[in-house]
């Protein structure tokens, strides 16, 4: 079992930054891989960025490509989203997920894909 809690989340204005944290505890998250989706309301969850086990292979989603790093760092048990370049369209509540995916460097993009999941921390863009 696997516990995640999202922090970081609030108002920011449009080109502004933020960077979301993911506190995770109880199994060894290191053999974890990790991701985060965001949602509005109405629409489905929707992938924004997965990073493998060890750190080493990251993934995006098209619309956040160049703007969003995914990170991890295993001794802390903590994932990482830094957001860049804000827009209003990115405005949701964001959701980190972990399954277990150790030695494998695949990339989850289904929110079916994913056991664990936090409970979300909204994120606001003001144009």
């Known amino acids: 079992q696997v516990q995640l809690v999202e922090s970081g989340g609030g108002l920011v204005q449009a080109g502004g930054s933020l960077r979301l944290s993911c506190a995770a505890s109880?199994?060894?998250?290191?053999?974890?891989?990790m991701g985060w989706f965001r949602q509005v309301p109405g629409k489905e969850r929707e992938f924004v960025a997965d990073?493998?086990?060890?750190?080493?292979?990251?993934y995006y989603a098209d619309s956040v490509k160049g703007r969003f790093t995914i990170s991890r760092d295993n001794a802390k048990n903590t994932v990482y989203l830094q957001m860049n370049s804000l827009k209003p369209e990115d405005a949701a509540v964001y959701y980190c997920?972990?399954?277990?995916?150790?030695?494998?460097?695949?990339?989850?993009?289904?929110?079916?894909?994913?056991?664990?999941w936090g409970q979300g921390t909204q994120v606001t863009v003001s144009s």
């Open positions: 109880g199994r060894a998250f290191s053999g974890y891989a």
């Open positions: 990073i493998s086990w060890s750190g080493g292979s990251t």
């Open positions: 997920a972990a399954r277990y995916s150790y030695y494998s460097h695949s990339h989850y993009t289904a929110a079916l894909d994913y056991d664990y």
